[in-house]
């Protein structure tokens, strides 16, 4: 018996009891949709991941005021530790920085006529915008004049104009940040997560000197809440870090055996601990979905053993009349494999469908890739030939004498 007709002869076997060969399929439909689905949930959720952090930089540093410890041993000793704006303009002038700017911070209610929102706003200097590469979609972005002139300028994401300007030019109009009237001046480019963990479309970005003297009270005119640096492109950014902590030890006056007033973290650590959760989160749902196609393997291999019985004077005609032992165990081989293929293919199907229906609400773009595609198909086959191997050996030693004698 050719292969072809193997295959031809598991297919007819299959049909005659399509009942039983839809249920034995179920579960590795289940198990190929869970492998293929989890796999591109988990490469998207990796692809998603990197891409935030190349639009973010994995070159930029967030220094801000307390050390590990030294926050209560200066407070003990009477010094509080800060940073200022004259910080950031010394880190600004480093060979290994290709800028740094300080940042005031905190959240207000926003008003436009009857409208009003909560929102974060940013005091800045405009070096922020090519650190961050934040872009200007409409109008311009305040000036070093405009800081030096403590401007009540502002610049609003898409949102901010949309909720309060709907329809309308923003450029011109007014805002008041606590009742104090900051006029618009430019609207950012884009959307997006930011390291933060806020929406690039719903900032609201003044100059820090005007956000010092209108809003934000800090104890000391010129103290910062943080200073955000971005090493040079192609620089190393441990050379960057040390120069960062030379010149603000020294321009702190700290003493060899004591340690930072200050702390410098950076995102390259950030992404690589980011890498490093997804790949085991990829892993663990790869893992899941395995589980589920394991225990669809086990479904067939108990219906198999049950198709052997029932087909016992089958198999001892089939060996009366010439088939072999390899025969009868290639027969019943093959229709685990294909009931497997089979299944795999619908399986696909389904995830295809339902990560185009997650794509599909605009949260999360899952794909499927065809890696994950050749590794479901491979490993439904490795299923159906493990889990199938065991009641096709048993039917090929049955006797042909027991089996036509079987009731």
């Known amino acids: 018996m050719n292969f072809l007709q193997v295959v031809v002869e598991a297919f007819r076997s299959m049909s005659a009891n399509r009942l039983r060969t839809v249920l034995t399929m179920l579960g590795i439909i289940i198990g190929i949709t869970s492998v293929v689905l989890l796999l591109a949930v988990g490469d998207s959720m990796k692809r998603f991941i990197a891409e935030q952090l190349e639009q973010l930089g994995t070159n930029m540093l967030f220094i801000s005021p307390g050390g590990d410890r030294a926050q209560q041993q200066r407070l003990r000793a009477g010094a509080s530790p800060a940073l200022t ?104 480019y884009g959307e997006g997560k930011q390291v933060d963990g806020g929406d690039l479309s719903d900032y609201v970005v003044v100059p820090i000197s005007a956000a010092s003297a209108n809003l934000i009270r800090m104890p000391f005119p010129n103290n910062v809440h943080y200073v955000v640096a971005q090493g040079k492109s192609g620089g190393k950014l441990s050379d960057s870090i040390n120069d960062i902590n030379e010149t603000l030890r020294d321009r702190h006056h700290i003493k060899f055996e004591e340690p930072d007033d200050f702390r410098v973290d950076n995102l ?81 199907l389904l995830a295809s469908a339902a990560a185009a229906a997650i794509t599909a609400t605009g949260s999360f773009e899952v794909v499927i890739t065809s890696g994950a595609i050749i590794i479901a198909c491979g490993f439904s086959s490795l299923v159906g030939v493990f889990f199938g191997f065991y009641p096709a050996r048993r039917a090929s030693k049955l006797l042909p004498v027991d089996c036509l004698r079987y009731e």
């Open 85 to 188: 704006i004259q910080d950031a303009a010394a880190l600004n002038e480093l060979e290994s920085l290709s800028g740094a700017a300080p940042v005031l911070q905190s959240g207000f209610n926003l008003t436009v006529g009857n409208e009003t929102a909560s929102k974060t706003v940013f005091g800045v200097t405009p070096s922020m915008f090519k650190i961050r590469n934040w872009k200007i979609d409409q109008g311009s972005a305040f000036s070093e004049a405009d800081v030096r002139a403590a401007a009540r300028m502002v610049v609003i994401g898409h949102k901010i104009a949309d909720q309060f300007f709907y329809k309308t030019d923003p450029l011109g109009k007014y805002i008041r940040i606590e009742n104090v009237a900051f006029q618009v001046v430019g609207v950012l």
């Open 268 to 348: 390259a650590s950030f992404a690589e601990t980011a890498k490093k959760i997804s790949t085991g989160l990829a892993a663990l749902l790869g893992l899941i979905g395995a589980i589920s196609l394991i225990v669809g393997g086990i479904g067939i291999m108990n219906i198999m053993l049950v198709s052997v019985t029932e087909r016992t004077r089958e198999i001892g005609i089939r060996m009366a009349i010439g088939a072999k032992p390899r025969d009868v165990l290639l027969q019943f081989l093959t229709e685990a494999v294909v009931i497997c293929l089979v299944g795999g293919l619908v399986g696909i």
